[in-house]
C-alpha cells in the first residue's frame, strides 16, 4: 500500500508527522510512504522524517489564476461572522473585490466541487501518481490549495482520498470545499457538525478522531522543569507566565503585543518570569520591548532563510514540539489572545487569562482586539467558562493574582472545555486515525 501524505502548511509537521500517528504509520507492514513537501523545505523533512519506509519528494508550487479564482470563489460561498470578519479585517490573500464579484457564490456552493472537477486542469504532478502509483491521498489541510490539487489529481485517477481538517477555524473561515474528499476527518464533534450543517458534508464521510499530537502528552512534559529551566538559563527554582501574542497579521499596526509584555512586566510577581512565546507561523512586532533579563522571547520554529523578514515560512521539528509541550506544563498559567494555545494550556490543566481591552492605546473598533472575541470558533471556548476573559489592566492584575493563589480555580470548566476540543483524553487519537487510514484503503 503506498500513501501519498501532503504537507503544505508549517503546523503540519507538528499536528500529524510529530505526532504518535506517524511512527504508527511507518510501523505498519508492508506500507510505504511518500511524503510530498515543498521543494525547498525538503531538507528539513530529510532530516526528521526521511527513512525507510518514508519518501520525501519535494515539489514546486504549481498555482496558476484559476487556483485563486476558486479560491476566491469558495470564500465567497460560506457567510459566517468569522468570513464577514475576515473581509473587514482584510485577512487572508484573497482580492477584496471579489466578495462583490462573486456576490451569487452561496447558491453555486454545491456546485463548486464539480465546477472545480471540470474546469481545473489535470496532471499538474501526474509524474509523482505515475512513479509510485499510489493506492491512497492522505491530504492533511483540506483548504490549502496544494492539498486541493492532490485530491483532484487523485480523483481523476479513481484513487481514493482522505481530507483532514487542519485547525479548529477552518469549516468557518476558509470558505466552501473544492474537493470533497472521500472521507474527511475532524477532531472534535464541533468541527463535525459545521461540517454538516455548514458544508452540507454527509454524516457517514465523517470521521471523528481527536488530536493525535496530545496523544504524546499522557506521558508528562517530555522535558523536565529542572532541565526546561536549565535550558532557559533561569534560576532552579524560578517560576513563570507564559504569553501568546496575538501576532501583526490582526492589525494594521501592531503595538498590541509590546503594549501587553510591557504590562505584564509590571505586574510580575516577585521571583517570577514573563515567557513570551511568538506564533511560529505569524511574525510579531516586538519594537519597543525592553531588554529586561525577566523577559524572555521564544521564537519557536525552523526559519528558513529564503522565507525573508515576514517569517511566515516555517516547520515545526519533534524539538519544538517538546519544548511548547514542556512550556505549557511548567508554566503557572497563561495570557493569550484567540490562539489554540489556550486548549493546549488547558490540557495540561493551566489556568488561562483572555486578554478582552486594548492595552493602553485607544483604538477604533476595526483595529481592536476585541475582534478576536467575535469568531465563530472561538465563540465555544468563551461559553464554557473555562477561560476568564479580561477587560482591563486592574482586572487582569487581579485574576493573574488568584490563579497563582489558587490554580485549581475553574479546573472543572476548563477541563470540560478541553473535552469538548479534544473528543476524547484516552491517548487514542493517532490510532483512530490509522484505522481511518488503514479502512479507506478496502474494497468499498
Not at 504549481?62 to 459566517?80: N, P
Not at 522571547?297 to 524539538?319: H, L, Q, V
Amino acid at each position: 500500500m503506498t500513501i501519498f501524505c501532503t504537507s503544505f502548511h508549517p503546523l503540519i509537521s507538528r499536528n500529524i508527522f510529530s505526532a504518535p500517528f506517524f511512527s504508527l504509520l511507518r510501523a505498519t507492514p508492508n506500507v510505504r510512504i511518500v511524503l510530498i513537501v515543498q521543494e525547498n523545505k525538503k531538507e528539513f523533512f530529510d532530516k526528521y522524517y526521511a527513512g525507510n519506509p518514508v519518501i520525501i519528494e519535494g515539489v514546486k508550487r504549481k498555482l496558476d489564476e484559476r487556483d485563486y479564482l476558486f479560491k476566491d470563489f469558495a470564500a465567497a460561498a460560506i457567510r459566517t461572522r468569522t468570513r464577514f470578519l475576515i473581509r473587514k479585517m482584510r485577512l487572508g490573500y484573497e482580492r477584496w473585490n471579489a466578495y462583490k464579484l462573486f456576490f451569487w457564490a452561496p447558491l453555486a456552493r454545491p456546485i463548486i466541487p464539480f465546477l472545480y472537477s471540470v474546469l481545473m486542469p489535470k496532471n499538474r504532478y501526474a509524474f509523482l501518481f505515475e512513479k509510485y502509483n499510489p493506492d491512497l491521498v492522505f491530504a492533511t489541510d483540506i483548504f490549502n490549495p496544494m492539498d486541493v490539487i492532490f485530491m483532484h489529481e487523485a480523483k481523476k485517477r479513481r484513487i481514493r482520498t482522505v481530507g483532514m481538517v487542519r485547525s479548529w477555524d477552518n469549516l468557518t473561515a476558509k470558505g466552501g470545499f473544492r474537493v470533497v474528499p472521500d472521507t474527511l476527518v475532524v477532531q472534535n464533534e464541533i468541527i463535525k457538525k459545521e461540517a454538516m450543517s455548514i458544508h452540507h458534508v454527509p454524516k457517514n464521510k465523517i470521521r471523528v478522531v481527536g488530536i493525535p499530537h496530545y496523544d504524546k502528552y499522557m506521558e508528562g512534559p517530555p522535558i523536565s522543569r529542572a532541565s526546561f529551566l536549565e535550558k532557559l538559563k533561569l534560576p532552579a527554582e524560578s517560576k513563570f507566565i507564559l504569553y501568546a501574542p496575538v501576532g501583526n497579521r490582526f492589525f494594521t499596526k501592531n503595538t498590541f503585543d509590546r503594549e501587553i509584555i510591557v504590562i505584564l512586566r509590571e505586574m510580575l510577581p516577585d521571583g517570577f518570569f514573563l515567557i513570551v512565546r511568538t506564533p511560529p507561523g505569524d511574525p510579531t512586532n516586538l519594537d519597543g520591548v525592553p531588554t529586561d533579563p525577566r523577559i524572555i522571547i521564544n521564537e519557536p520554529g525552523t526559519r528558513f532563510p529564503w522565507a525573508g523578514e515576514r517569517k511566515m515560512d516555517t516547520e515545526m521539528s519533534p524539538e519544538d514540539d517538546d519544548l511548547l509541550a514542556a512550556t505549557l506544563s511548567h508554566t503557572e498559567l497563561l495570557v493569550s489572545g484567540f490562539t489554540t494555545l489556550v486548549v493546549d494550556a488547558a490540557r495540561f490543566g493551566k489556568p488561562v487569562i483572555v486578554i478582552g481591552f486594548d492595552a493602553r492605546t485607544p483604538i477604533p473598533h476595526d483595529e481592536s482586539v476585541l475582534r478576536q472575541l467575535e469568531f465563530d470558533h472561538f465563540q465555544p471556548i468563551l461559553q464554557s467558562g473555562g477561560v476568564q476573559v479580561v477587560r482591563n489592566e486592574a482586572e487582569l492584575q487581579k485574576v493573574i493574582r488568584e490563579y497563582i493563589a489558587h490554580p485549581e480555580r475553574d479546573k472543572d470548566t476548563r477541563h470540560s472545555m478541553f473535552l469538548r476540543q479534544c473528543f476524547k483524553e484516552d491517548g487514542k487519537s493517532s490510532e483512530r486515525l490509522l484505522q481511518v487510514i488503514l479502512e479507506s484503503n478496502m474494497p468499498c
